[in-house]
């Protein structure tokens, strides 16, 4: 009689009925000669106790600070311990302690092989770069068989589904900007057409240079047939806007926000006698309101019907005319 069938016949004498001998056991897929000494639950727990899942076990750790000094606990010597705590309970209810352990062993061995499968998905994931968004490949910087460095360039993609520009907008205008105004897009290179924007939006940090500060201003255009990421265009942004207004030309309008009406003018009863106008005129304190590159618009002082004069070589001049001097415009 082996050493294994003396073990078989003491599970037999001293296991309890509901245990399974190794005896009974269903075998392998492939079929093998029974060792002479071990039966095969303990064959089966050595085979998985020495198997790479198994061992590997030990690079997966957990560190618990304490006062006396790190104390160091890995899957691996987790897993021992669990398989003795099995052992004693399997011993105590008169179990196959042999196949008890196996099973605990078995379990963490698979659940450690399934952990290495996922980290080896995952790295062969990072294999394939991912573009962050979709678009068009306009430039590529990398070919096939490349060597790469961290950080450098593949391709440059664009999103041609919108165009977005940068207009650097002076700090006395800025103010009366905001997120959602309309913007008026030409393009040099596309000819009698105009695209329509809109503000998404507006930096809060300006730039300086040459002693003026200007603060960036992004305009997305949906709308973009035609237009070409690196095209030069002309943005024009309407902060206000008026209908049925009574406007002047700009140059009319002098220091103190004054206008030159006709003597005649129904709106020369409001002159300002302390300024001394050019013969035929005088000077009326306007209020203005929103303007343009041309036109401004009067909210009160003079009406339809007035006849002003200015001078059509200044334009929003700083002084106004104190001697009666030539080249008056009448509008």
């Known amino acids: 009689m082996t050493i294994r069938e003396e073990t078989e016949a003491i599970e037999r004498q001293t296991l309890s009925r509901y245990a399974t001998l190794s005896e009974n056991s269903l075998g392998r897929r492939v079929p093998l000669e029974p060792d002479p000494i071990r039966p095969c639950f303990q064959r089966d727990r050595d085979r998985i106790l020495h198997c790479k899942a198994f061992r590997r076990l030990k690079q997966k750790t957990q560190v618990f600070l304490s006062p006396e000094g790190d104390h160091y606990r890995t899957r691996l010597t987790h897993t021992l311990e669990v398989s003795q705590i099995a052992r004693t309970i399997s011993r105590a209810l008169r179990l196959n302690e042999d196949l008890t352990e196996a099973i605990q062993s078995a379990a963490e061995s698979l659940r450690s092989a399934e952990l290495n499968m996922d980290n080896l998905q995952e790295a062969m994931n990072n294999y394939t770069i991912t573009s962050p968004i979709s678009g068009t490949i306009i430039e590529k910087a990398a070919k096939v068989g490349d060597a790469l460095s961290t950080g450098s360039d593949l391709c440059t993609i664009y999103d041609l589904s919108y165009l977005e520009m940068t207009i650097n907008v002076d700090e006395l205008q800025v103010s009366s900007l905001s997120v959602g105004q309309t913007v008026q897009v030409t393009a040099d290179a596309v000819q009698d057409r105009t695209y329509e924007g809109v503000v998404t939006r507006v930096s809060m940090k300006g730039d300086t240079s ?53 003597q005649d003018s129904p709106s020369a009863s409001k002159a300002d006698t302390t300024m001394e106008a050019p013969e035929g005129f005088v000077y009326v304190a306007v209020k203005t309101g929103v303007s343009d590159d041309d036109y401004t618009q009067i909210v009160s002082g003079i009406q339809e019907g007035d006849t002003i004069g200015y001078d059509p070589n200044s334009v929003s001049s700083d002084s106004y005319y104190d001697d009666g001097g030539s080249g008056m415009m009448i509008f």
């Open 210 to 262: 040459g002693g003026t500060t200007t603060y960036p201003v992004t305009v997305r255009i949906d709308e973009t047939d035609g237009l070409r990421p690196g095209m030069n265009a002309n943005a024009e942004i309407v902060v206000a806007e008026s209908t049925s207004a009574l406007c002047v030309p700009n140059a009319a309008i002098v220091r103190g926000g004054y206008v030159l009406v006709t």
